[in-house]
């Protein structure tokens, strides 16, 4: 079994930065790709970014792109989001996944979740 935590949430103000952490554990973290996904109130789970098992390759939905960054190091086992010019329409539940199979945006692709951060962005 894959443990993920989140970390690094908050309440900021449009404009803002912030840098959402997944620690790991219990299992090989390189063996995964990671992804992270959203969920504001009243809506369903939305891909934001995924990043491939090395590194190497990542992957954003279209709305993500240029203001988020998703990257990991292996030898700490974490993976992070960088979150730049937030909005209040950012503001959700923010979650990390790992999965066993492709990069890819699907909810069902990953096989672990985290418990969530909540992200709050004031106008």
């Known amino acids: 079994q894959l443990q993920l935590v989140e970390s690094g949430g908050g309440l900021l103000q449009a404009g803002g930065s912030l840098r959402l952490s997944c620690a790991a554990s219990?299992?090989?973290?390189?063996?995964?790709?990671m992804g992270w996904f959203r969920q504001a109130p009243g809506k369903g789970r939305d891909f934001v970014a995924a990043?491939?098992?090395?590194?190497?390759?990542?992957y954003y939905a279209d709305f993500m792109k240029d203001r988020f960054t998703i990257s990991r190091d292996n030898a700490k086992n974490t993976a992070y989001l960088h979150m730049n010019n937030l909005k209040p329409e950012d503001t959700a539940v923010y979650y990390c996944?790992?999965?066993?199979?492709?990069?890819?945006?699907?909810?069902?692709?990953?096989?672990?979740w985290g418990q969530g951060t909540q992200v709050t962005v004031s106008s």
């Open positions: 219990g299992r090989t973290f390189s063996n995964y790709v």
């Open positions: 996944a790992a999965s066993r199979n492709g990069l890819g945006p699907r909810t069902r692709e990953y096989n672990y």
């Open positions: 990043i491939n098992r090395s590194g190497g390759s990542t």
